[in-house]
């Protein structure tokens, strides 16, 4: 399953105010009448500061690239196959549903202007939104590194996504069909043979499995 928006069907959307964009600006300005709050990223960070922002007198607009929420310390049992993608992931739109104050919009951030305090957002079918707000969260995570060999990412990809963990167990599976049909012993012993670099929590917990 690919990382689309039919990947995870979400509830109908739901906009608390409307926002600003490029051809249209509705919203009133950071400031003016009800303070606005962007969260940038519906990560474990960013869900967990829309929730400590439920009581606040304030529209909350949650910002996010994709329309779900992974949780990734289960990446890897779909990456070996015990879990299904869909069994880790969630609508980031539930939240909304379930608080009256935040509003989810889909799209990339890839702009910040201080001076208007607004960020600039990719969304897909509609181009670019620029967002005012009063204050930011940037909750935005991180990036896998390989520290200086980059290329390393060709044979062992990331784990920080649900295509990178089907990558994964794409690998792994065909790996197991390949040594299963070959006649040729060390063949079947070269397929059968996974190197894990780092005995981190991943690491250790890939093999467990
Ligand atoms: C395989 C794996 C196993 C782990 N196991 C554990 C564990 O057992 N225990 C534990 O405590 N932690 C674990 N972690 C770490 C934990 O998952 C992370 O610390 C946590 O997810 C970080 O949360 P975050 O909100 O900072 O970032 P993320 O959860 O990565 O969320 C970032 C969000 O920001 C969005 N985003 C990024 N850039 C943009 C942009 N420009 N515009 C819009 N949206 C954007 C992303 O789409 C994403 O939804 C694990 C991590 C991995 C990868």
């Known amino acids: ?99 009256k104050n935040v509003s989810v919009m889909l799209g990339e951030v890839i702009g910040l202007d201080m001076s208007s305090r607004s960020v600039e957002a990719s969304c897909p079918g509609v181009g670019i939104r620029k967002v005012q707000f009063d204050y930011l969260v940037i909750a935005a995570g991180m990036q896998p590194s390989y520290f200086g060999h980059d290329e390393f990412a060709n044979y062992a990809p990331g784990l920080k996504s649900l295509s990178d963990a089907e990558t994964i167990r794409t690998k792994i599976l065909s790996a197991y069909e390949l040594a299963d049909t070959t006649d040729d012993e060390s063949e079947r012993a070269r397929q059968m043979t996974f190197v894990l670099v780092g005995a981190g929590p991943t690491g250790v917990a890939v093999p467990a499995d």
């Open 1 to 99: 399953m690919s990382e689309t928006l039919e990947e995870v069907r979400p509830p109908a959307p739901k906009v608390a105010r409307p926002l600003d964009s490029e051809s249209s600006s509705i919203a009133s300005a950071p400031g003016v009448g009800r303070k606005r709050i962007v969260i940038v990223g519906g990560g474990f960070g960013g869900v967990a500061a829309v929730r400590a922002l439920k009581h606040c007198d304030a529209d909350v607009v949650l910002i996010d690239r994709r329309n779900h929420h992974i949780f990734q310390p289960l990446l890897y049992q779909v990456a070996t196959a015990v879990l299904a993608p869909s069994e880790i992931a969630a609508p980031i739109r539930q939240l909304a549903e379930k608080q």
